[in-house]
């Protein structure tokens, strides 16, 4: 939610007012948030920095554009610890009874499992899958091999939709990127996700490799503790850190080195928003595409955005 509203407040700030310069007066964007912060999985400090930067003074490089605004005017305004009760064509009504009227809604609070995963889970029929429900709570319930439990090893989930049992891990594009090349490693090494094998707690053993092929440290740690030398290692899931846009060119990083909470390297305003850039632009998945996300930022920079697309 706060990267939409930093991509709106910058485009009323720099690009809006250029063509409706009488009207930004009129424009109040409103944050309602069901929790007391933003960005909770942030340290407290980039959360109240963040806070800052969305309740700041509005910006602009046009002075004549000030004198058309009303005093003590405030562009964002962050409502922590409301609930939304509904929505219609005109209003929102909060839990604490109040209503407020609208022009443009936008819905950032998540959404429900899928109608395919629900049948997938109802497919599976009683078992382990539905006792894992307890902890998957909608989702599909894995093993540490991303294998669907009740599945015998014929499916495989990864991403939201998914729930690892013995730690879950955050619904987030960094976590089902590395599940994907932890996959494609397996696949690619024709490892055998269907061992046949149930261990006592009716749980199978780890995939199995082609036991002629060599294996890398990871795999032989692993097959050092478990006793076997084909066994995969499990999952692993490697916190490179989370980014946030605030606006105005200005960005939270919080990159994480080690498990260490004291390893963490924290990044506001232009360094910040220089990291967030450095690591948009190195998981483009080509130079071509690199090129031209750096192109199109070059052109909004000088000519401004291209509101004919909106």
């Given at each position: 939610?706060?990267?939409?509203?930093?991509?709106?407040?910058?485009?009323?700030?720099?690009?809006?007012?250029?063509?409706?310069?009488?009207?930004?007066?009129?424009?109040?964007?409103?944050i309602i948030e069901a929790s007391p912060t933003v960005l909770?999985?942030?340290?407290?400090?980039?959360?109240?920095?963040?806070?800052?930067?969305?309740?700041?003074?509005?910006?602009?490089?046009?002075?004549?554009?000030?004198?058309?605004?009303?005093?003590?005017?405030?562009?964002?305004?962050?409502?922590?610890?409301?609930?939304?009760?509904?929505?219609?064509?005109?209003?929102?009504?909060?839990?604490?009874?109040?209503?407020?009227?609208?022009?443009?809604?936008?819905?950032?609070?998540?959404?429900?499992?899928?109608?395919?995963?629900?049948?997938?889970?109802?497919?599976?029929?009683?078992?382990?899958?539905?006792?894992?429900?307890?902890?998957?709570?909608?989702?599909?319930?894995?093993?540490?091999?991303?294998?669907?439990?009740?599945?015998?090893?014929?499916?495989?989930?990864?991403?939201?939709?998914?729930?690892?049992?013995?730690?879950?891990?955050?619904?987030?594009?960094?976590?089902?990127?590395?599940?994907?090349?932890?996959?494609?490693?397996?696949?690619?090494?024709?490892?055998?996700?269907?061992?046949?094998?149930?261990?006592?707690?009716?749980?199978?053993?780890?995939?199995?490799?082609?036991?002629?092929?060599?294996?890398?440290?990871?795999?032989?740690?692993?097959?050092?503790?478990?006793?076997?030398?084909?066994?995969?290692?499990?999952?692993?899931?490697?916190?490179?850190?989370?980014?946030?846009?605030?606006?105005?060119?200005?960005?939270?990083?919080?990159?994480q080195l080690t498990p260490s909470e004291q390893a963490r390297?924290?990044?506001?305003?232009?360094?910040?928003?220089?990291?967030?850039?450095?690591?948009?632009?190195?998981?483009?998945?080509?130079?071509?595409?690199?090129?031209?996300?750096?192109?199109?930022?070059?052109?909004?920079?000088?000519?401004?955005?291209?509101?004919?697309?909106?």
């Amino acid at each position: 939610m706060l990267q939409t509203d930093s991509e709106l407040r910058d485009f009323v700030e720099q690009d809006g007012y250029k063509y409706y310069p009488k009207l930004l007066k009129y424009v109040r964007i409103k944050i309602i948030e069901a929790s007391p912060t933003v960005l909770a999985p942030f340290d407290k400090q980039l959360q109240q920095e963040a806070i800052k930067q969305l309740t700041r003074g509005i910006q602009t490089k046009d002075p004549t554009i000030l004198d058309l605004l009303p005093e003590s005017f405030q562009l964002t305004e962050l409502l922590l610890n409301s609930g939304v009760s509904e929505v219609d064509e005109n209003k929102i009504m909060l839990n604490d009874g109040s209503e407020i009227p609208y022009g443009l809604a936008v819905w950032a609070a998540g959404n429900g499992p899928l109608p395919v995963t629900l049948s997938l889970i109802d497919a599976l029929g009683e078992g382990k899958q539905s006792e894992a429900q307890s902890v998957a709570r909608g989702r599909v319930a894995i093993d540490p091999w991303l294998r669907i439990i009740g599945g015998d090893g014929d499916i495989l989930a990864l991403g939201d939709c998914s729930c690892i049992v013995s730690g879950q891990l955050p619904a987030t594009a960094q976590v089902a990127s590395q599940q994907g090349e932890y996959l494609a490693k397996l696949f690619s090494k024709n490892y055998s996700m269907n061992t046949g094998t149930e261990v006592n707690d009716g749980m199978m053993l780890p995939p199995q490799a082609d036991p002629t092929r060599s294996k890398s440290v990871s795999e032989k740690i692993s097959s050092f503790a478990s006793q076997s030398g084909d066994l995969a290692a499990p999952f692993q899931f490697l916190n490179l850190g989370i980014l946030a846009y605030t606006g105005g060119g200005s960005a939270l990083a919080q990159l994480q080195l080690t498990p260490s909470e004291q390893a963490r390297v924290k990044g506001t305003g232009k360094i910040g928003f220089g990291l967030w850039r450095s690591v948009y632009l190195s998981k483009q998945v080509s130079w071509r595409n690199r090129t031209l996300v750096l192109v199109d930022w070059a052109k909004t920079k000088v000519f401004g955005r291209d509101i004919t697309r909106f």
